[in-house]
C-alpha cells in the first residue's frame, strides 16, 4: 500500500513540474519517475539540454526527509553520469508539509514544490537563488 500511495503522489506532481519550472526560466523537457542505481533513487527527475531537477516526492515532508535528501543530493552524478555535465538542482514535494520542511528546504537552496489546486507550484519566492549540485 506504501508504494502504491508513493507512486500515486508522484503521479500527481510529475506533470506540473514542467509548467511550474517554465515559470521561473527553466522549461523542463522530459521527466522520468522511479531512477535508481545502487547508489541513488530518484522520485521524479526534470531535464532539459543542460539542467537536471532531481525531486524528492513525500507524502508527508518533513524536515527530516529534506536532512536526508541533502546527504544523497551530491550523490547524484555519480549515480547517474549521463547527466554529469548538467547544472543540477534539488527539488522536494509534499502533498502536506510538516515542521516547517519548506522553509529550512529555501534555506539549503532547494526548489519547494506545492500543491495548487490541481496541479503543482513552486513556493520559493521571487528572490530565491537555487544551489547548485
Known amino acids: 500500500l506504501t508504494d502504491k500511495w508513493s507512486r500515486f503522489i508522484e503521479s500527481y506532481i510529475e506533470p506540473g513540474i514542467a509548467e511550474a519550472f517554465q515559470k521561473r526560466g527553466i522549461p523542463i523537457h522530459s521527466t522520468a519517475r522511479r531512477m535508481k542505481t545502487p547508489v541513488m533513487e530518484v522520485d521524479i527527475l526534470g531535464v532539459n539540454d543542460t539542467v537536471a531537477v532531481v525531486v524528492e516526492v513525500k507524502s508527508t515532508l518533513g524536515v527530516e526527509d529534506v536532512k536526508y535528501f541533502l546527504v544523497q543530493l551530491p550523490k547524484f552524478k ?56
Open 78 to 133: 555519480t549515480a547517474f553520469p549521463a547527466y554529469k555535465d548538467k547544472t543540477v538542482f534539488g527539488a522536494v514535494a509534499g502533498i502536506e508539509i510538516a515542521g516547517k520542511a519548506d522553509e529550512f528546504a529555501y534555506r539549503q537552496g532547494l526548489w519547494v514544490i506545492a500543491q495548487s489546486g490541481e496541479t503543482v507550484t513552486l513556493a520559493n519566492n521571487a528572490n530565491f537563488k537555487p544551489k547548485v549540485w
